[in-house]
Structures are given as structure tokens and as C-alpha cells.
């Protein structure tokens, strides 16, 4: 069974930074075929892309609102991966997923795994 657990969530200030964790387990393929998104999701708004890569290759993808700011990164060796955040703003409290998908791509029904979520709260 496929799992991914994310991790790193908390409270901080606006400016400070947090870095999440998502492991993944119970891939019974080449995880390497796979790529990992992150994904958020604020109160009363749809989920979006945050940001993905693609295992095999190491490329990524950023949305604009977080260009510059936020890197995701992997450690192929435990199947762990990251998204360092920094210059965090208010508007950047959401409830963060990550999930492992076939398409290096952000959009959310290109992934077929899903963890629980991790909150993120950006105080002003």
C-alpha cells in the first residue's frame, strides 16, 4: 500500500520558514517513474499546485505565487522528499499535501497517491 506522510507543519511568523517532509513508502513499482507534488489548500478555496518534481530527472515546476521563495527537493536514497519555504506571508497558511503522480505536471488529477496534510499558519 502506498503512503506518503508529510511532516514540518506548524505556526510562524510572516518572513520566517519551515521546511516539510513527505515520506513515501509501500511502492511495490519504480518510485523513479514517479513525481512528487505539493500541493495546499486554504479555508473556502480549491486545493492548488504548489510545486512537483520529477524523480527520475530532478526538474521542477513552481507556481508564480511561490517563485523564488519555496525549493523542493529530494533524497532519493530514504524516498523522502522536502519543500523548504522561506519568506513565508499570510497568505500562504493553507493546509499543504503532498502527492505522487506519473505526469510532472500541477494539476491535481494527474496524481493517483495522496497524504493526510500538514497545516502551515503564517502569522502578520
Known amino acids: 500500500e502506498v503512503q506518503l506522510v508529510e511532516s514540518g507543519g506548524g505556526l510562524v511568523q510572516a518572513g520566517g520558514s519551515l521546511r516539510l517532509s513527505c515520506a513515501a513508502s509501500?511502492?511495490?513499482?519504480?518510485?523513479?517513474?514517479?513525481?512528487i507534488g505539493w500541493f495546499r489548500q486554504a479555508p473556502g478555496k480549491e486545493r492548488k499546485g504548489v510545486s512537483c518534481?520529477?524523480?527520475?530527472?530532478?526538474?521542477?515546476h513552481y507556481a508564480d505565487s511561490v517563485k523564488g521563495r519555496f525549493t523542493i527537493t529530494s533524497s532519493n536514497a530514504n524516498n523522502t522528499f522536502y519543500l523548504q519555504m522561506n519568506s513565508l506571508k499570510p497568505e500562504d497558511t493553507a493546509v499543504y499535501y503532498c502527492a505522487a503522480g506519473r505526469t510532472i505536471t500541477m494539476e491535481i488529477n494527474d496524481y493517483d497517491y495522496w497524504g493526510q496534510g500538514t497545516q502551515v499558519t503564517v502569522s502578520s
Open positions: 509501500g511502492f511495490t513499482f519504480k518510485i523513479d517513474d514517479y513525481c
Open positions: 518534481i520529477s524523480i527520475s530527472d530532478g526538474s521542477t
